[in-house]
């Protein structure tokens, strides 16, 4: 047994696990995007499908106007060059989705273990609806690997000017692709600086939140030239919303129109309304939603020992980034916009289902270390007890 023991310790375990999981998520990745190809691309787009329009009518980056201007203009790049307008929609979103699982790896694999980043990876590349909505080229996408890379980047260890910049730079093209993004990149410096005040970089945080809404600006200024309103587009959203809230899809007569102000939208029904909203929307994610969106239901285990290995090991961004994520969409989560099974479509938790996946790897790699450290400790016990029964004799 103790030259079992021996060999074991000194055998590579570690590493060659994290090489076999890299293949597998490799593999996994290459057949998601064939499947996705195969089985979606017929399928009709939704949110995407006036991008188009909007590529042909817009003649520089911010005036796509009724849409945030990034994914247009990467789709107006794809039309100069000769696609066709749907293929390319489809296209762009598998290659967001195949950088998001680069970026996964990326971001994870310094502060969190290489084992924890490649199984999040896995389990992105293996889920059905961020396949389903890549291939619809769906915003949330775009925004979501931008807000990595802002996540990654903003309140370092060691703050620096170029992290600073790097982190405004990626939260303002994230703003660009989605402007709710926005109210994600205020959630994580908020709870940043809650969590670590003195040792915040309270300067670069300010310098990276003043440049990411610097660069979204000239897309609200856009919008207040062109349409009398800085945020038209995400206004009639919200009067949309309301609409769906109260009349649900019947008869849209005599309903208002035209744009509805956030703060209008949250208390359209009076305080009592938006906290009995909030809490109702936060229920309904966390009881229905977040646990669908994972899909194989065996991974809320690991979801559980994730959280709980977040706050013993101090590694609490990974919460940071899932609270940014959800609180943003909990508003709307008690709205029925989808009649069938109520509640709103599976896309707003995008950003959530990473947050998921990211614990659901960390849970794992804590859960194989804990017991990799139980059994070396019972096989050392047993070893001593060996060595000392022969003495004995």
Same mark, same amino acid.
């Given at each position: 047994m103790e030259k079992l023991f021996n060999a074991l310790v000194k055998f590579d375990r570690p590493r060659v696990f994290l090489g &076999?999981?890299?293949?597998?998520?490799a593999v996994s990745l290459a057949y998601s995007v064939a499947a996705s190809w195969k089985v979606y691309r017929h399928e009709p787009l939704r949110e995407a499908a006036s991008r188009s329009l909007l590529a042909v009518n817009s003649s520089f980056f911010y005036d796509s106007g009724l849409a945030e201007p990034l994914p247009v203009l990467a789709l107006k790049l794809a039309m100069a060059a000769g696609a066709d307008p749907d293929a390319a929609v489809?296209? +762009?979103?598998?290659?967001?989705f195949i950088a998001l699982f680069f970026l996964t790896i990326f971001v994870l694999r310094g502060r969190f273990g290489g084992q924890c980043a490649v199984l999040a990876a896995l389990f992105l590349a293996a889920n059905p609806y961020m396949c389903y909505y890549a291939m619809q080229g769906g915003s949330h996408l775009y925004s979501l690997f931008f807000l990595l890379l802002f996540w990654h980047y903003f309140d370092p260890p060691e703050p620096s000017r170029r992290g600073a910049l790097l982190a405004g730079l990626y939260g303002g093209l994230a703003c660009l692709s989605r402007l709710d993004a926005a109210w994600a990149l205020l959630i994580i410096a908020a709870?940043?600086?809650?969590?670590?005040r003195g040792g915040f970089g309270l300067?670069?945080?300010?310098?990276?939140l003043a440049l990411a809404f610097a660069l979204a600006l000239?897309?609200?200024v856009y919008q207040r030239t062109q349409y009398g309103n800085s &945020?038209?587009?995400? +206004?009639l959203g919200l009067r949309r919303w309301a609409n769906v809230d109260r009349y649900a899809y019947g008869s849209w007569d005599g309903a208002p129109a035209g744009p509805l102000s956030v703060p209008a939208f949250l208390f359209r029904d009076g305080p009592g309304g938006a906290a009995r909203d909030a809490f109702s929307g936060l229920g309904r994610s966390l009881a229905y939603e977040l646990p669908r969106t994972l899909y194989y239901k065996f991974l809320l285990v690991l979801l559980f020992l994730g959280v709980y290995a977040a706050f013993i090991r101090g590694k609490d961004r990974l919460l940071f980034f899932l609270a940014a994520a959800l609180l943003p969409v909990l508003p709307l989560a008690a709205i029925k916009q989808v009649p069938a099974t109520g509640g709103i479509e599976l896309r707003y938790y995008l950003w959530s289902l990473w947050a998921l996946c990211a614990l659901v790897g960390l849970g794992f790699q804590e859960t194989l270390a804990w017991t990799e450290s139980g059994i070396g400790k019972w096989v050392e016990g047993r070893l001593k007890t060996a060595k000392s029964a022969g003495g004995n004799k």
């Open positions: &076999l999981l890299s293949c597998v998520a489809r296209a +762009e979103g598998l290659a967001v709870l940043s600086w809650a969590a670590r300067k670069a945080a300010g310098l990276s000239p897309y609200a &945020l038209y587009a995400q +206004e």
